[in-house]
């Protein structure tokens, strides 16, 4: 038998090889494989047309009928070697090209035995088990190795959202998987006799995670819309209003883990985005478009991992608003009201009104001063519809340096005495 697998390697890797075929058919002959003698023989014939030895054994031993063929330039079908694998590729490519060439060469063995295999049924008059792999075989060999991985129609949600209840740390990219899985079976040329769009495939993905949901507990749905996610990103590349970080890295570069998209059409790197709103007193307002996040975002955010610190940062703010007295919030309202009634040129009434409040702030305990001082109410400039991205503190030391117009100073003192009020 190592006989045999050395001739197979030989013929494998030198081709037309004519000697070691001749052996083999010798061989074959001698176990009393006499089929196999056969279609050996006619491969050997097919090279070389003008063997003797070849015919002779084909009549004697071949089932099909031999034509004598004229010399011609013979067109053998060769095993196709493993190609080299080209410098500098990067890792991934690396490891893709090393995996072709592991599979490459384990589709020859496994080939050249099942046909040994189907030889040794052959003769003993049983049906071979490995017919139907054969074919799949010639194919990896051949390096056609889209004709082999047949892509399977998706099953029914339940299954999965079991798996997913079953391991709820995984649970993401279970899901992730069964998305890129359908996204794979539409597109392959099984499923639709026409390629279908990114739009189509995106529709039938989103069904497919509401049929997910609706068998998924309460804590584990928001999986599949941040599966949704993922795929629209890493499969149907989506395209978002930035193309960028905040640091200027290439959306498509945000590792998974990181990866978030808001209701608004940002892409953000969590780790950044995070950053930002730290250093922004944990005010959730998007830094780019300057708006507030919606409800939606805001509990995504908190309940990403990497967003779990500004949890905290809102607790804070919270008790920081209910940490104002009323007499307090009278003053707001006394110096919002003057600073926008103040028409005049030199606003003298503007100015005294402002130190008069700051000189009031100095007098008040230290945790009423400091919500004065970090406290950000959620106002916006009822002219540009912008909003206000300061704290009462900050605004009003600003106007005081005329870094800030007393008008703004004014609008946002109103909203903010207005704010306070309903959270007494």
Partial sequence: MSLLNELFEAISRSPPAIEARRLLTQQFIKLGWLDAAGDTAQELLEIDPLDDDAMAWCQAYSKKTVVPLTPSIPEVPLIPAARSIPEHLDTAKLELAEGFKTLHARAIVLQREARILRYMQQQKGNPSPCDKHIPDLAALVAGCISTVT??????????????????????????????????????????????LDNDTIREALAKRVGALVA????????????????????????????????????????????????????????????????????????????QLFTTADIHAILEHPLGSGLAAMQIEQSKLSQGVRSKTIEQLETLAAILLADMSDDQVASRQAVDDFLAYVATLPQPEQKAIDVLRVPAKDRHTGQPFDTSIGESVRDAQGNRLCFHKTGDLMGQAARYLKQRQ
């Fill in 150 to 195: 047949r892509v399977r129609p998706p099953g029914s949600a339940r299954p999965v959202a079991r798996l997913m209840e079953a391991d709820p740390d995984r649970a993401l990219d279970v899901a992730i998987k069964d998305l890129v899985d359908m996204s794979r079976w539409l597109r392959s040329a099984g499923c639709q006799p026409v390629t």
């Fill in 215 to 290: 068998a998924l507990p309460d804590n584990l749905q928001r999986n599949g819309s941040l599966a949704l996610m993922h795929v629209e990103h890493e499969v149907l590349q989506r395209s978002y209003i930035c193309n960028e970080t905040m640091y200027g890295d290439p959306i498509t570069d945000i590792q998974r883990a990181n990866f978030w998209v808001s209701e608004d059409g940002y892409a953000w790197d969590m780790k950044e985005l995070t950053q930002a709103l730290k250093s922004n007193g944990g005010v959730l307002r998007n830094p780019l478009s300057r």
